[in-house]
């Protein structure tokens, strides 16, 4: 077992190193061998570059590097035994890990020309540590004998790494390594130290790239195109309460590039403080395009980038003893995350905490369990720092009492963003200064037809055709249906030259889509592609969406008609943004939602100006005053409102934690909360005490928590609250408080009659509550399709208490005398969608069969999967429920990969849904460890619509999936053959030995 374990970590290892050979080889200009021009520049000529200058002359990054640690005094005390003596040899203006490199390089330059490098160094596998060439620089002579003999801390790091590598090494049956892989290695771990030390030493010194290795800011050039940061982006990351670690809000209108901020931030932690990070996202689909776009981080600066999303997601995480982990959650998960390092004492391994679109506090549930959150991390944790960016806040100094932060904040926006009202056929430049806010800008000229005047009244089309195709235009609409009819009816009026730009492109995209749907296609999309035009909503598949915003990023589609869930944090920006109407839904635009949508309008290094029209009517011109001059609108806490996900499911946890024992512990965790500290401000009728006593009272009643009395002294004294066997499984199980006694009982009921010729009663059982309500049976529909029920479907029915005469009578319109609960009738109804989906593994003919949107299908069985593991971990905390264990988790897998089974190890890597998997599975590709070891350009000329960004980023993911099982499996096997400490009659070793032991296994 040891022995096939170590070589599959040893083969994650040459995976790594391979891709850095194969990155260096590709992008030279990146790559440390591009070092080496600057050995021609003898220091003496460079000019003394100051910090900020040395941003702005990013576009010569290497030179920057020399410059750097050349000139700059501060750098040089870093590096605290490399001395400087004028005259000396050049190759000590450069950083010793590169001088290293160079030596080495020099030594086998030939090699680099070999194409099989790989494969000319065999190392033995007895071979010892001192027979590693690295260690034994041949031509000493050149360097400062300094700077590689007299720091032992960069020997021994060295020494280190190359010792783990071959005891891997020396595991594998048949080791293969280059020394040039060993050495880039090296250098980058280097760097680490080089950078870590900078770190520890003195606050004010930045390394090569804000205290990271310039191989961060190669990385970026290359994956993200950012070549230089802005002036507040170095500022913000300048600030020196950052230096102090404290806490930190920031804010800066839409586009204005604070992920990069946020990043640099997260790698310094992970990196240089060695700490683990969690990074909390809005949505699901960000969590996976960050997955995506950081996993190549991960495996090139060697840290783990985990998923906690849908139904992914470990609790608690592995805990790590090598790299740490970057988690990247939702909101919900990084809940549950927060709450089992608490249980497991380790909060402290999260050095960092990012929250990006931080306003959503103030959005209901979701909101309150971002607070939670973040209140439990700041009252157990000292020593985690908290960062918070948005685009749209207000009531900031709440906030920061809140987050005991600091505030920075600027206008700075890359590309000006230009603000039009449209009233009738009048255009409006928005203008805080004027009297009505507004100014005339121009009059729109159009020749209309009756019959476009009578079809179009708001001139979209107009409007549209002002910047498409050349430029791209997003038009935000009301509702789903609009955004249909919206895209519909501009194509119907669009001339027929639309259809020939880019038309080859938008014929394979449509085959592409057609693919991705099992070969059907939405015939909406199907007549509005051809013209590059498209809707986007939340009735789309995953797959759907996906490849929209793909096609659409590249410009094959120039225009989207979509809702207001395309403005949070999804990255599409436009030229022009058009809002069709100042709603959502029936509801009056608030001005932070006006705000995110407008946002994004203007591309950045694309577009010179971004531009938003705002489409009004006469009746609505006095709203508009307010909706573009106000302030944004405060954000307040919802924990008060929000009762059992809220404050009850706050306190439950806060007891069942172990926080804080009695209403006194309570009401102190309180006081810190965002609620807590709005509370004071706006002294409420109720006070904190009474509110904190309210919600204890209903959980006590609901019999999660129970009083204890406590005996000091032979007297009973203080009140104690303890936690229920119920209220922990609740707990655990992460579940609505509104919904834990009614869950309770439905599983006790299933114990009596368990139907398990099918999956359908255990389905019925995780169907999750909250989306019952929304649900309209049809059984007309249903019926019609299926004729009768199956005798699986008939048990079901029975147990639940919902008979098949009822059906039928229902499908029927007939009167029924004894009506049932509906909330049983429906969660059956929607019990028999899920099903139907697993025996078909298709949304699409499933939509089709229930007459439902596939992507509200989609988001159904989402649903399910997450509650099922829900459930799954309630049951595991109550003995009587232990026949569900080992069923749940099968049904989790089913729901979370509703696929064919084949496909399941595929889809765990991000961003492979379940088209690709297909695709990727029929080109022989399938399992992790395929794609892991997979060419990216072997990728692209194999799998049709797959582009090179999307290809390394599955190669990325799939070797970061492929480490992270790799080292978990690894750590598994140390543990079980470290001897315990207490085995009677062995000394315990001390800790120290421990540590030395710690990267060998026994
Ligand atoms: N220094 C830079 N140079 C060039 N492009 C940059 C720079 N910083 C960020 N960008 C780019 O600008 C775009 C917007 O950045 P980002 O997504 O961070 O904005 P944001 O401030 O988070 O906006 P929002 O509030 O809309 O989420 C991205 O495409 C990003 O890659
Ligand atoms: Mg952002």
Not at 82 to 88: F, K, L, R
Not at 106 to 134: G, M, R
Not at 287 to 315: N, P
Request: hydrophobic share 35%; charged share 25%.
């Amino acid at each position: 077992m040891c022995d096939g374990y170590d070589s599959f970590a040893e083969n994650s290892f040459l995976a790594h190193v391979d891709d850095l050979e194969q990155k260096y080889m590709q992008f030279p200009e990146c790559g440390i061998i591009t070092a080496q021009p600057a050995f021609d520049k003898p220091c003496s000529k460079s000019t003394e570059t100051s910090e900020s200058e040395i941003i702005a002359t990013d576009g010569n990054l290497t030179e920057v590097r020399t410059r750097d640690y050349c000139h700059s005094p501060k750098t040089l005390s870093l590096q605290e035994n490399v001395t400087i003596e004028p005259g000396d040899d050049l190759l000590y203006d450069v950083p010793c890990s590169q001088a290293l490199y160079l030596e080495k390089t020099e030594d086998s330059t030939s090699d680099l020309n070999k194409p099989s490098a790989k494969e000319s160094y065999p190392l033995p596998s007895h071979q010892n540590l001192n027979e590693i060439p690295v260690e034994q620089p041949q031509e000493k002579k050149k360097l400062s004998p300094k700077s590689t003999e007299s720091d032992p801390s960069r020997r021994r790091s060295l020494k280190d790494r190359l010792k783990s590598a071959m005891t891997g090494n020396a595991k594998a049956q048949t080791p293969k390594f280059s020394k040039r892989k060993q050495l880039k290695e090296a250098i980058l771990s280097e760097e680490i130290n080089v950078a870590k030390r900078t770190m520890e030493s003195s606050s004010d010194d930045l390394g090569p790239f804000y205290s990271l290795p310039s191989k961060v800011r190669d990385l970026f050039v290359q994956y993200k195109g950012i070549k230089k940061l802005y002036d507040w982006q170095h500022t913000c990351l300048t600030l020196t309460c950052l230096q102090q670690r404290k806490n930190l809000i920031y804010s800066l209108p839409t586009s204005g590039g604070k992920t990069l901020v946020a990043e640099i931030l997260m790698l310094q932690e992970l990196l240089c403080r060695q700490k683990s990070v969690l990074m909390i996202l809005p949505y699901v689909a960000i969590v996976q395009e960050k997955i995506s776009s950081l996993s190549s981080f991960g495996v090139e600066l060697g840290f783990h980038v985990e998923e906690y999303a849908g139904s992914k997601g470990r609790f608690p995480p592995i805990k790590r003893r090598g790299k740490k982990s970057l988690y990247i959650a939702t909101i919900e998960k990084a809940h549950g995350l927060v709450n089992s390092l608490i249980e497991d004492g380790r909060i402290n391994e999260l050095g960092l905490v990012v929250v990006d679109e931080l306003h959503m506090i103030g959005e209901g549930s979701r909101g309150a369990i971002l607070e939670i959150t973040l209140a439990k991390i700041l009252y157990t944790s000292k020593t985690t720092q908290i960062i918070g960016m948005s685009a749209t806040l207000n009531n900031v100094e709440e906030l920061q009492e809140f987050l005991k932060a600091d505030y920075y904040t600027s206008k700075f926006r890359p590309v000006e963003l230009k603000e039009y009202l449209k009233i009738n056929d009048t255009i409006y430049e928005v203008d805080i200064k004027a009297e009505k806010g507004y100014t005339f800008s121009r009059l729109l000229k159009c020749k209309y037809s009756d019959n476009l005047k009578k079809m179009d009244p708001d001139h979209l089309v107009a409007l549209v055709t002002e910047v498409i195709p050349n430029y791209s235009c997003l038009v935000f609409c009301p509702t789903k249906k609009n955004c249909e009819n919206v895209a519909d009816m501009i194509c119907k009026f669009l001339n027929k030259d639309y259809l020939k730009h880019r038309e080859k492109e938008k014929c394979d995209f449509l085959k592409n889509l057609k693919n991705v749907s099992n070969g059907s296609l939405c015939p909406v999309l199907k007549r509005t592609i051809p013209f590059g035009v498209a809707y986007h909503h939340s009735g789309l598949t995953n797959d759907e969406r996906k490849i929209l915003e793909e096609a659409y990023s590249t410009g094959v589609l120039c225009l989207l008609t979509c809702t207001s869930t395309l403005a949070a944090g999804v990255n599409l920006p436009a030229r022009r943004v058009i809002l069709r109407a100042p709603y959502i839904a029936t509801q009056f635009l608030k001005r932070n939602q006006y705000q995110q949508m407008i946002g994004r309008a203007g591309r950045a290094g694309i577009d010179t100006v971004g531009e938003s029209i705002l489409i009004l009517q006469e009746k609505d011109k006095h709203l508009v005053l307010d909706l573009v001059n106000s302030p944004l609108e405060n954000c307040y806490s919802h924990l008060g409102q929000e009762i059992t996900k809220g404050i009850q499911s706050l306190l439950l946890s806060l007891i069942g934690l172990k926080i804080a024992r009695n209403l006194e512990g309570i009401y102190d965790f309180m006081c810190g909360t965002f609620f807590g500290i709005q509370q004071k401000s706006l002294s409420e009728e109720k006070s904190l005490w009474e509110i904190s006593q309210k919600a204890l009272e209903g959980l006590i009643e609901k019999g999660l928590l129970q009083r204890q009395s406590v005996c000091k002294n032979g007297e009973e004294s203080q009140c104690d609250l303890q936690i229920t066997k119920l209220g922990k499984a609740s707990l655990k199980g992460t579940l609505d408080l509104a919904y834990c006694d009614i869950l309770y009982k439905d599983l006790k009921k299933g114990l009596e009659g368990l139907v398990l010729e099918s999956y359908l009663h255990l389905i019925y059982l995780t169907t999750p509550y909250d989306m019952v309500s929304q649900c309209r049976p049809d059984w007309m529909i249903y019926l019609s399709r299926f004729n009768y029920l199956s005798s699986a479907e008939q048990k079901v029915a029975a147990i639940v208490g919902v008979s098949e005469s009822f059906i039928t009578k229902k499908a029927s319109g007939q009167a029924i005398k004894k009506e049932v609960d509906k909330n049983i009738v429906n969660r059956l109804y929607l019990s028999f969608i899920l099903y139907a989906l697993l025996k078909e593994t298709n949304v699409w003919s499933v939509s089709e069969k229930f007459n439902m949107s596939r992507g509200y299908v989609q988001a159904l069985l989402s649903g399910a999967a997450s509650f099922s593991s829900c459930v799954l971990h309630f049951c595991e905390e109550l003995e009587e429920f232990w026949v569900y264990r080992a069923l749940l988790t099968e049904l989790t897998k089913k729901l979370s990969y509703c696929v064919k089974a084949d496909l399941v190890p595929l889809m765990e890597v991000t961003g492979v849904l379940e088209s690709r998997a297909k695709q990727l599975y029929d080109a022989g590709y399938k399992t992790v460890a395929h794609l892991a070891n997979a060419d990216p350009e072997v990728l692209i000329r194999t799998i049709d619509h797959l582009s090179r960004r999307q290809a390394k980023q599955i190669v990325s993911s799939a070797k970061m999936l492929l480490n992270e099982k790799a080292e978990a499996l690894q750590e598994e096997v140390e543990d079980l053959l470290r001897p315990p400490p207490d085995t009677p009659g062995t000394v315990a070793p001390s800790s120290k030995n421990d540590e030395l032991t710690q990267d060998v296994p026994h």
